[in-house]
């Protein structure tokens, strides 16, 4: 078992891919929407979540009929549910607390930016308003745990996009007296990057400011909510023994800097280690990705996919070509092991999905469709993402055994006459096939067994030749290193870790190249019992 992923009530792991429903949609038939775009994604997946003002309308009064209907419609559609708590933050603000929180202003105290004006973000200094957080999130993990006997829920968001907005920390006199006070000790070894310090005449003090320079208020930030969230979080583990985790409003953005380009405080990587240490109880932290350029989406990749951090995306754009070719990039260069779109009724029209959602939808049944082989070859770089770039009509690929290169069809590779696999690709209904960017994953199980699943890519196979070899030019040109000497070529798909036979390819729909197409994996077993002196 592979201690990463999600696991379902048998302990046995779990690819999460999936939709989470608009803010405001518990609670109304907009779920049902939302439900039924998950399914037209080839999710498993739906993300929804449950108001502090909904279950606490009047102080210590509380109704858990909406935690209780999400459950119910999640186990009816046999999709797993990912609670999200819109508790004291949802993104910064505190719009889904109850009224009774809103009017006590001189009890639930706001933040306040430096000019001492009160901001739109709970103060995590103000110890009534964690308690009462705190005491309703309990009540909901003890229903939860008593009224899930199912695993329907599998994880269990604690907040939503944590942080202050419009200031980088709480200036209230109350903070600004734990601001003074010296920096935790198990704390004191960690160096933030780009902080400063280097041009700082200091005499090491274990003040914020003299540990973490300009990043010391953002860092401070940081530490507070963390604390906030622990609390939290073992108050639910308490009643319910479900992954707790948190997302994130991520700080890829323009100057990168805390209650101007994203929410200060929150679990950013620059400050994730100080999230690690004070709230080990959350077992992930994962990036909301809005970001359509490659390179932008990468780099959030990069700094939140760290080895005591799998990267699981609960947020990410619903719909567009980039979206769609990026959740590839994340399943296979960054070990995902989730990958979610936020928005699922703005996707969905009249029960069929809109154009600009079919791409990424598209890529998520893809993903969904290889999900066994990815948790089995998890890490091991046997996971393979091709993706079209502007301009490019081929990509290559180099495994151990095979020279791969994926041809792509919106550039013309293959004629449009073709047939390749059980489809046509002349025919009006299928036109998509020829224009959509090409996306595909591979994965390689070795000994010549390949698995693929995408869209418009046409894939060719080249053994490699043997180190010793002394004519690798001759045998790499030879009919015997191509995938013509296949053993066997299948479409199909997986049920659990089986995998079933459709189609088998032996004809023309093997000829000159191997076409992925929408809705089927492709599994190919090539010849390697070659004997070149024979």
């Known amino acids: 078992m592979n201690q990463d992923f999600f696991c379902n009530r048998k302990g046995e792991p779990v690819f999460l891919t999936g939709l989470q429903c608009h803010n ?30 909904e279950i606490e309308k009047e102080q210590d009064c509380y109704d858990m009929a909406m935690a209780a209907e999400l459950v119910d419609k999640a186990r009816e559609a046999g999709l797993y549910l990912l609670v999200l708590w819109f508790g004291a933050s949802k993104n910064g603000l505190f719009t889904y607390a109850p009224d009774y929180i809103k009017k006590r202003t001189d009890l639930y105290r706001r933040a306040k930016n430096s000019s001492r004006i009160p901001v739109e973000s709970l103060s995590p200094h103000c ?43 709480d200036y209230s006199d109350e903070a600004e007296r734990e601001f003074r006070q010296p920096v935790p000790e198990y704390l004191r070894d960690i160096r933030l990057e780009d902080s400063g310090l280097e041009t700082m005449q200091n005499d090491n003090a274990p003040s914020w400011i003299g540990l973490f320079g300009r990043h010391a208020n953002e860092a401070f930030t940081a530490w ?6 622990q609390e939290m979080t073992e108050a639910g583990q308490k009643h319910f023994s479900v992954p707790y985790i948190m997302n994130v409003s991520i700080e890829v953005n323009e100057q990168e800097a805390p209650g101007m380009n994203y929410i200060s405080g929150g679990p950013v990587a620059r400050v994730l280690e100080i999230w690690k240490r004070t709230a080990p109880a959350i077992k992930l932290f994962g990036p909301d990705i809005y970001l359509a350029a490659e390179r932008d989406y990468r780099k ?62 598209v890529s998520m049944r893809a993903i969904a469709s290889l999900a066994p082989l990815l948790i089995k070859y998890h890490g091991t770089g046997r996971i ?34 073709y047939f390749g696999s059980r ?5 009006p209904e299928h036109a998509s096939l020829l224009t959509d960017r090409g ?25 490699r030749p043997d180190p010793a070899d002394e004519i690798p030019y001759a045998h790499m040109t030879s009919a ?11 479409e199909g798909h997986f049920e659990g870790e089986n995998w079933v036979c459709e189609y088998r390819r032996n004809g023309d729909e093997a000829n000159y190249g191997l076409y992925i197409h929408p809705g089927c994996v492709v599994r190919v077993r090539l010849n390697t019992e070659i004997n070149w002196n024979e």
Not at 224 to 229: G, I
Not at 423 to 427: E, H, M, S, V
């Open 224 to 229: 507070k909510h963390a604390c906030y969230v």
């Open 24 to 53: 405001s949609s518990s609670g109304t038939d907009m779920i049902d929407t939302a439900i039924q775009a998950v399914h037209l994604y080839g999710g498993n997946l739906l993300e929804a979540p449950v108001y502090w003002c």
């Open 480 to 490: 015997l290193a191509g995938q013509l000497n296949f053993l066997s070529v299948e």
């Open 127 to 169: 110890r009534e308003t964690l308690e009462r957080d705190k005491k309703a999130f309990s009540h909901l993990t003890q229903f939860l745990a008593e009224y899930d006997t199912e695993g329907t829920v599998i994880a269990i968001q604690v907040e939503n996009e944590v942080g202050l907005v419009h200031t980088d920390r």
């Open 300 to 361: 959030a990749c990069e700094r939140y996919r760290r080895p005591d951090n799998p990267l699981f995306i609960p947020e990410s754009l619903h719909g567009g070509i980039g979206a769609a070719m990026n959740m590839m990039l994340a399943a296979a260069d960054y070990n995902a092991i989730g990958i979610c779109c936020f928005g699922a009724e703005s996707g969905i029209q009249n029960g069929r999905l809109l154009p600009e959602a079919e791409h990424t939808a």
């Open 439 to 463: 996306r595909c994953l591979i994965v390689d199980c070795k000994e010549g067994e390949f698995y693929l699943a995408g869209i418009g890519v046409c894939i060719t196979f080249i053994r």
């Open 423 to 427: 489809i046509n690709l002349a025919a």
């Open 384 to 417: 393979h993402a091709v993706t079209q770039a502007e301009f490019s009509s081929w990509q290559y690929v180099k495994t151990e055994d095979y020279h791969i290169v994926a041809h792509f069809l919106s550039n013309g590779c293959q004629s449009q006459h």
